[in-house]
């Protein structure tokens, strides 16, 4: 993290905003330009972390998620209402106003607003060796790491309704192409139309990723065969990063893969005061989605400051 500065404890702040990745330091960057009181708090995981580069992120195509992280912090804190606490928020209470964020070290920061920035996890299927590829040759989504990976031979990991559209597509990528679906069976309409766009189907269960470094290889079958892939795409459920939604009683609702907190257009959860943005309210996944939400969250954010709510 570029640099971390004093958090306010005692004294309320205008907004505390919980996740300073792309959705979060864009809200905080509202906010502050908005002349308010604003403290980030980020334990500097963020989800791209396992990728070498990020893309797609007009400016910073091609850099080190962790660079451009530093970058938007470095914006953000040229801002003398803006402060930024390297910390894990373990529990928030109370409500517009008055809310409390209590911090792993034990400090208690307190704001009028909150903005829930705070992303989401990828849940990994359990299979040896995928961890260690995961964001280097293992990717959920093709525009973020597809063009640097084209024309490799790859697999798909999905078995689920709509498979044969996504695999059609991401033939824009991959001409070598097999659908993977870990032994379960596809309905006969989704294996016939993969069949039509010459795209190779293996229903076989998955035993290991063989590698080298993190270099997929090749995907060992249960069955003892190998399927040489150098590739793995796939689209893994996700849960909100922590539960800090759930703390303060945000109504959830079910996105294509997994949970999210439920928001409307201005990004206000159904909690009064509490703002939500980036993964962690929305099905589309990317940098930019979750940039452009953080805006929004926090031009809304600051509306209610004035407007009341
Ligand atoms: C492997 C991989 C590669 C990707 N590559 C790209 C790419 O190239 N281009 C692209 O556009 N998108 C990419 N994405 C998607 C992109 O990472 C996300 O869309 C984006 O990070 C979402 O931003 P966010 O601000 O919502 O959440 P995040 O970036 O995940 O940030 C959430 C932040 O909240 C913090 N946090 C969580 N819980 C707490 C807590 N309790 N207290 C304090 N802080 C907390 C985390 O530490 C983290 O810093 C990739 C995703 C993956 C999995």
């Keep these: 993290m570029a640099q971390v500065t004093g958090g306010g404890d005692g004294e309320i702040r ?8 792309f ?12 002349r308010r009181q604003v403290t980030v708090v ?4 963020t989800r791209n972390r396992f990728a070498a580069q990020g893309h797609g992120l007009l400016g910073h195509d091609g850099r080190p998620p962790a660079e451009i992280q530093a970058a938007g912090i470095s914006d953000l804190l040229a801002y003398p209402e803006a402060r930024m606490v390297q910390d894990r928020v373990v529990a928030v209470a109370g409500q517009a106003d008055d809310f409390r964020v209590t911090l792993a070290s034990e400090r208690v920061l307190r704001a009028r607003r909150l903005v829930l ?3 989401t996890r990828d849940i990994l299927p359990d299979l040896a060796g995928l961890a260690a590829i995961w964001g280097r040759t293992a990717f959920q989504c093709p525009y973020c790491h597809g063009y640097e990976m084209a024309g490799r031979p790859a697999a798909l990991w ?11 597509f991401l033939q824009q ?5 097999t659908v993977v679906t870990d032994g379960a069976p596809l309905p006969e309409a989704d294996a016939a139309a993969l069949h039509a766009a010459g795209i190779a189907l293996e229903t076989a ?20 065969r190998r399927l040489a892939v150098e590739v793995l795409y796939m689209v893994p459920r996700n849960e909100p990063a922590c539960d800090l939604a759930a703390q303060l009683g945000c109504r959830m609702a ?8 439920e928001t409307s257009q201005m990004q206000e959860t159904s909690v009064p005061g509490v703002f939500a943005a980036g993964d962690l309210d929305r099905p589309v996944f990317g940098a930019a989605f979750a940039l452009a939400e953080g805006v929004m969250a926090g031009t809304a954010c600051h509306r209610s400051l004035v407007m009341g709510l």
Excluded: K
């Design 14 to 21: 205008d907004a505390v905003v919980i996740g300073g990745s």
């Design 23 to 34: 959705a979060g330091i864009s809200a905080a960057l509202y906010l502050a330009r908005g």
């Design 42 to 45: 980020d334990e500097g995981l």
């Design 117 to 119: 920035a705070y992303g």
């Design 158 to 168: 999905f078995a689920a309704p709509g498979v044969a559209e996504h695999a059609r």
């Design 173 to 177: 990528w991959v001409p070598d192409l």
């Design 205 to 224: 269960r998955l035993a290991a990723v063989e590698s080298d470094g993190d270099a997929l290889r090749g995907l060992r079958l249960a069955d003892g």
């Design 254 to 261: 079910e996105g294509r893969q997994g949970p999210i907190v």
